[in-house]
Each structure stands twice: as structure tokens, then as C-alpha cells.
């Protein structure tokens, strides 16, 4: 017999507590301020779903809305392919492998505002290594803070730079972790180094690349600190991501309210993402 | 299918092996016969896995030659060797279904879809896996996915050998009985040359025609089972073979002829050699209770069911006898004898008698 009781409440309560604390209140005075407007003192008018409207339908939002589905987007593309190819190219084993490790893990310990501050920096037209270099060696112009496309291509390299990593880490653990027997097998079998690839690497990589894609699109739906700090969101509004241009909503205008409804669309949206795609890739597994 | 020939094998897995001890594979020089069934048995570490991954071309020896119906395929990678192996483990190839597992050696050989059709129902129709042909291979038990490795490794009909490398250690007891016999069985069907690796002595002995033992990298004795039971070339055969294994005392050897504990022994034949330490091997099963013999004092009976283990001391030895029947009690003194034509005399291990008239 099994005994029933109350008991695992008790257990549970402190983890609800602390995440009470740190989440749910902090969420919940979010809503309070996304259906109410202030002029200060502290009074507050009902104003329903105005604010979750307004933002909606705002030329403003769904620009920066598309710039980060764009930014999202060219960044997995490019980091999900690199770091598998990076990850099978790395040795197994021998005097290389901490060498390889080291150098991979190295760009994730910067801290993230000095990333953005050294992209700045050498990206300079006229003292950055590279801005030097492209502008006055190879005469190919680049300026980041005048040129859209520059700033464009300047904030997704900085995250291929700072992030590939994550990726090649993850899908070289899953790579390490399987046995040699299959790939003595493929050759007996004949495989291509395709096949071996298309039927034993990538079938086991599918759980670790599921959470690397998971990591990546959570982090770079998020991304605040490295563009504000390398673009600013310029030049005009050409870089200027649902993070930064929440902040500027927030903290630069002060609409609390616009600023409280936005973030809770912009948290349903990365919420219901992640919640698409991991149902979709665990889908087959639970069959 | 082919003859497979070993001439003068070596294998250190050492960049520059200095002494023998560094050689996983001390000379090997072994023909295996087109359509045999062998095993080859030994202990873990002995180099039966080296051995095999040498035959399929996983691995390349130090020293030495193999031939396959007397061409050199010494330098060739394993797919152009045309041989088949099973692993210890399963491999299967997940986000396949079982038909395409079993296609798919065709499929990379680029055999017509036709010719593929019809070897994989063969196959499937031999592994009576038919109804799960359509199945994703993950979705497969341990037993059913060694059974698709295996399929794998039949399916093509030109095969020069299939290595089975411990292919039973993750199967549920009760179904490796069943997979041994189907192995047995589809020997027989196919009449290819197989290899089972393996240090479980009842696999060996039930699948092989021929057991190859080896121990330290070397080959101690090459028989049919019946031969490894009943006269082993080395003690370490005896011992490694039968449950419980040979009786090995250690003996002397005198002027009136060879002493266990100082109780004289009579032996199956003529004494070969002389010099090295004598050991006397017997198997408990020709080992009996008699009114003279060896005096001896029970020191343990096990029940095994159908008989039972004794276990007496003679002086400082202790002899194993397998008894039917109504066994003594713990501590009673007995009288061993010993079957004069199964007893031996070994030579630092190896066999020193001859078979008596």
C-alpha cells in the first residue's frame, strides 16, 4: 500500500516561495502596471487591454519584432551548421583536445558588455583592426555606425564569434559519447562519410543540438547587452532589437505601460517558441 | 566465402614494443576453413577482440599477413575485405526502420533495388523479424537489435567471413539461449565462415565446430569441444574449460613414477620429456569415491543440482570430484580415485603424457 498524505508540500514550499520572490511577484507587478495608467503619486486608471493594443499594432514594434526574428534567425543558421562542422573537425583525442577545448570555451567567459565594447572598438574605421583594414588597407568601405548593413553584418559576426562555441561544446559532448563500434560498423557496411554522418552522427547529436538551438534562440531572442553596447541600436533604428527598444520605451520615455505589455508579448513569444519547438523535436521520441 | 589464413600475426598496440610482453598478439599462425564455424574463447584481455578487429581490418597488425583464400588483404580497409561483424553492442542505425537497417549495406554497395528486395525478405524471413520490418529500429528491444546486426552482417550473400565479437552480453539470459541456437542455425542455412568471440565457455562450445583458445595472446589449443574437454594441451584449458574446470595438483616425479602428495598415480600413458615443474590434471568428473585411493577429508559439497561438487583435502591439495548420488558429510575422511586414462601429466602446462593403448 502506498501511503498518501500531504507531506510533499512541505518540501515543495520553500522552492514556491523563492520562486515566488523572484518570479511570479516581480511578473505580476509587470501586469499590474500593463493594464493601468499612472501620472505618478501612485494613482492608477483602468485602461484594460489599450496598452497590449497599441503596441500591437504599432509600426514601431513590429519593425523591432522583425529585426529580432532576422537577427534570431541569421545567427542560428550560421552557429548550428559552424559548430557541427567545428565540432567533427576537433581531434578525439590526444595532446590537442584541452588545447582546442580551452580556446573554444574562452570567448563565453568575457563578459558580455566587453564584448560589445571590444566589437566596438575594433571595428573603428580609422584605430579598430578590422575597420583600419577593411577602410584603408583593402579600400573596401565599412563603418558600422553609418552604414545599416555594416552595423548588420558587424552584430551577427560578434555573435557567431561569441556563441559558436556553445554549439561546438554541446555537439562535440555528443559526438565523444558515441561508442566507436558505430562507426566501425558504417565502414564495414560501406557508408559514405555522409551516411556515417546523415545516419549515426547526427540521429545521436539530436538531443544535445535540440538544446543548443533551444539555448541559442532563447539567448539571442533576448540579446540586450552586446548590440546596446557595440550599435546602440543604430545607426537610426537599424539595429534596434525588442530588448533595446523596450529599454528605450521603458526607462528612455518612462511608459511604463506600453513598456509593461510589450514585455509580456515579448516573454509569450520567446515562451511560446521554446514550447513549439521542444514538443516538436521530443515529439518522436515519446512515441 | 573464404579461407581465411593468419601467417605469422603480431600486434602491439606499443609504438616500438621492445619484449614480448608488449605484444597483445604473440605470433599467430592459424587457417580458419571456409564455412567453418569457429570460436574463438579466452579471457578478457587475452587478445580475442585484437584478433578479430585484425580479420575485419579495424586494425592494422605490427608484423605479419592475412590472407583471404590466399590473396593478401593485409593493407585493405574493411569494406573491401567483404566481411561482416556483430558487435557487443547492438549497432543499429536509429532513424531507420528495420528493412532499411538490413537494405542498407546493399544500398552502399549499390546493389539493385530488386536484389535488395529479395535478400532482405530472405533475411527477415530467417531472423523471423518480418513483422517489424516497417518499424523504426530505436523502437526495438536489445535482443531484436542484435538480431538486426546480425542481419545486417547476412545480408550480403558474398561475404568472406561474419565475426561475432561477445554479441550476447546485453541479451536477458532467457533469450540468449534462443539467439545462440538461431546463430547455430543460420550456419547451417548459410554455410558462411563465422567467427564467435567470446569468453563464456558454453557459447563457445555450443556454437563453434572448432574452439580456438587463447591466453596472452597466444593460441594454446585449437579442438572440437569434445577434444577440449577430454585431453586439453594445456592447464590452463582444463582449468578455463568445464565447470568446475581440471583438477591441475602439482606432482612429483621419482624413480617409481609421478606422486601426488606422496600417493602414487597412474597415469594414461608414456611420459614424455623430463625437467619443468609436473603437474597431475584431472577432471572432477573422472575423479570418484572408492575403498582405497588417495585418503583425503571433505572440506565442501556443493549441490548443482544434478550432482554435486565435492571438495576434499589430500595433504595440502584440494581435489574437486563431481559425485552422483549419496554425497559424505563435511569433514569425513574419503578415498579418492582417479580414472587412469583421463588422468595427464603436464610439463610447465603443457600436456606430457601420451594416450595409453
Known amino acids: ?287 | 566465402m573464404a579461407k581465411i589464413t593468419l601467417s605469422n600475426l603480431r600486434h602491439s598496440y606499443m609504438p616500438n614494443p621492445k619484449g614480448p610482453e608488449d605484444f597483445a598478439l604473440k605470433e599467430i599462425d592459424l587457417d580458419w576453413q571456409d564455412g567453418g564455424a569457429y570460436a574463438l574463447l579466452g579471457p578478457s584481455g587475452c587478445g580475442k577482440s585484437t584478433l578479430l578487429n585484425i580479420i575485419s581490418g579495424l586494425l592494422a597488425p605490427s608484423e605479419g599477413r592475412i590472407l583471404f583464400d590466399g590473396k593478401d588483404v593485409t593493407n585493405l580497409p574493411p569494406d573491401q575485405r567483404n566481411i561482416a561483424q556483430v558487435f557487443q553492442f547492438p549497432v543499429i542505425y536509429d532513424t531507420m526502420t528495420v528493412r532499411e537497417n538490413l537494405a542498407f549495406p546493399l544500398r552502399n554497395r549499390g546493389v539493385a533495388e530488386a536484389k535488395i528486395a529479395e535478400r532482405v525478405a530472405e533475411i527477415a524471413a530467417m531472423l523471423e523479424v518480418e513483422e517489424m520490418l516497417d518499424t523504426r529500429a530505436s523502437h526495438l528491444s536489445p535482443d531484436n537489435k542484435q538480431k538486426i546486426s546480425m542481419g545486417r552482417g547476412l545480408v550480403r550473400d558474398d561475404v568472406n567471413v561474419v565475426m561475432f565479437d561477445e554479441p550476447l552480453t546485453v541479451i536477458d539470459p532467457h533469450l540468449k539461449w534462443k539467439l545462440r541456437s538461431k546463430l547455430k542455425e543460420l550456419h547451417q542455412r548459410v554455410r558462411a565462415t563465422m567467427i564467435y568471440v567470446t569468453h563464456d565457455q558454453t557459447e563457445a562450445l555450443t556454437f563453434a565446430d572448432q574452439v580456438v583458445v587463447m591466453q596472452d595472446g597466444e593460441i594454446v589449443q585449437i579442438g572440437t569441444p569434445v577434444e577440449l574437454f577430454e585431453r586439453p594441451q594445456h592447464t590452463f584449458v582444463g582449468h578455463f574449460i568445464g565447470s568446475p574446470g581440471m583438477n591441475v595438483l602439482p606432482a612429483d616425479e621419482g624413480q617409481g613414477g609421478v606422486t601426488v602428495e606422496g600417493h602414487p598415480i597412474t597415469l594414461e600413458g608414456k611420459i614424455t620429456g623430463s625437467g619443468g615443474a609436473a603437474q597431475v590434471g584431472i577432471r572432477p568428473e573422472f575423479v570418484s569415491l572408492a575403498k582405497t585411493g588417495l585418503p583425503g577429508r571433505v572440506r565442501k559439497v556443493s549441490d548443482i543440482g544434478r550432482h554435486s561438487v565435492l571438495e576434499a583435502k589430500v595433504g595440502d591439495t584440494s581435489i574437486k570430484a563431481v559425485i552422483d548420488g549419496p554425497v559424505p558429510a563435511q569433514g569425513e575422511a574419503v578415498h579418492l580415485a582417479f580414472r587412469a586414462d583421463q588422468t595427464r601429466l603436464y610439463r610447465d602446462g603443457w600436456i606430457a603424457t601420451e594416450v595409453g593403448a
Open chain 1, 1 to 287: 500500500m502506498k501511503t498518501e498524505n500531504q507531506k510533499a508540500w512541505f518540501f515543495v514550499l520553500p522552492v514556491l516561495l523563492l520562486v515566488a520572490f523572484n518570479a511570479l511577484v516581480p511578473i505580476m507587478t509587470v501586469v499590474n502596471y500593463s493594464v493601468q495608467e499612472t501620472f505618478g503619486n501612485n494613482v492608477f486608471f483602468w485602461q484594460g487591454l489599450d496598452w497590449f493594443e497599441q503596441i500591437l499594432r504599432s509600426d514601431r514594434f513590429q519593425a523591432a519584432l522583425g529585426r529580432q526574428f532576422l537577427f534570431t534567425f541569421l545567427i542560428l543558421i550560421i552557429e548550428v551548421p559552424l559548430g557541427i562542422i567545428i565540432a567533427l573537425s576537433m581531434p578525439r583525442n590526444g595532446f590537442w583536445v584541452p588545447v582546442c577545448l580551452v580556446t573554444m570555451a574562452l570567448p563565453m567567459l568575457i563578459p558580455w558588455n566587453v564584448v560589445g565594447a571590444m566589437w566596438n572598438i575594433f571595428t573603428l574605421p580609422d584605430i579598430g583592426l578590422l575597420g583600419y583594414l577593411m577602410n584603408h588597407t583593402l579600400g573596401i568601405p565599412y563603418d558600422m555606425t553609418q552604414n545599416p548593413f555594416a552595423a548588420w553584418v558587424t552584430i551577427v559576426t560578434m555573435d557567431v564569434w561569441h556563441w559558436t562555441s556553445l554549439v561546438v561544446l554541446l555537439s562535440y559532448a555528443g559526438l565523444v559519447s558515441i561508442p566507436d563500434a558505430y562507426y566501425q560498423a558504417a565502414k564495414i557496411d560501406g557508408a559514405s562519410a555522409w551516411k556515417v554522418f546523415r545516419f549515426i552522427q547526427l540521429p545521436k547529436l539530436k538531443t544535445v543540438l535540440t538544446i543548443a538551438i533551444l539555448l541559442r534562440f532563447m539567448d539571442s531572442f533576448n540579446i540586450y547587452t552586446e548590440p546596446f553596447v557595440l550599435t546602440g541600436g543604430g545607426p537610426g533604428n537599424s539595429t534596434t532589437l525588442l530588448s533595446i527598444d523596450l529599454v528605450k520605451i521603458a526607462l528612455g520615455q518612462f511608459d511604463l505601460g506600453p513598456a509593461a505589455a510589450m514585455s509580456l508579448i515579448y516573454f509569450a513569444i520567446t515562451l511560446l517558441v521554446s514550447w513549439l519547438f521542444y514538443t516538436l523535436m521530443t515529439k518522436d521520441d515519446a512515441q
